[in-house]
C-alpha cells in the first residue's frame, strides 16, 4: 500500500487535485446561477455545456493516469 506522502511526489496527484476543485467551484456556481444559465440562448448553452464536458473528460482521465502511477501492475488495456 502506498503512503500518502509517495502520492504527493506525483505531479499527477496535483493536476487531480486542482482539475477537482475547480470542477467543485464551477458545480457550485453553476447550481447558484442555474435559473440564469437556464435563459441563455441555445449556442451559448450548448458552447458552455461542451466546455464543462470537456473539463469532466479530462479529469476522468487523469484518474486514470494517476491509477497507473500509484499502481504500476496496472494494465488500462485489459479493463473491457
Known amino acids: 500500500m502506498t503512503n500518502i506522502s509517495e502520492y504527493l511526489l ?19 456556481l453553476f447550481l447558484k446561477n442555474f435559473k440564469q444559465l437556464w435563459n441563455l440562448d441555445i449556442y451559448r448553452l450548448i458552447s ?19 491509477e497507473t502511477k500509484t499502481k504500476p501492475n496496472l ?3 485489459t479493463i473491457f
Not at 505531479?11 to 477537482?20: D, W
Not at 455545456?49 to 484518474?63: E, K, Q, S, Y
Open 48 to 66: 458552455l455545456l461542451c466546455v464543462i464536458t470537456i473539463a469532466i473528460g479530462n479529469h476522468g482521465i487523469l484518474h486514470a493516469l494517476f
Open 75 to 77: 494494465d488500462l488495456t
Open 10 to 28: 506525483f505531479p499527477s496527484f496535483y493536476s487531480l487535485a486542482i482539475t477537482g476543485i475547480i470542477l467543485l467551484v464551477v458545480f457550485i
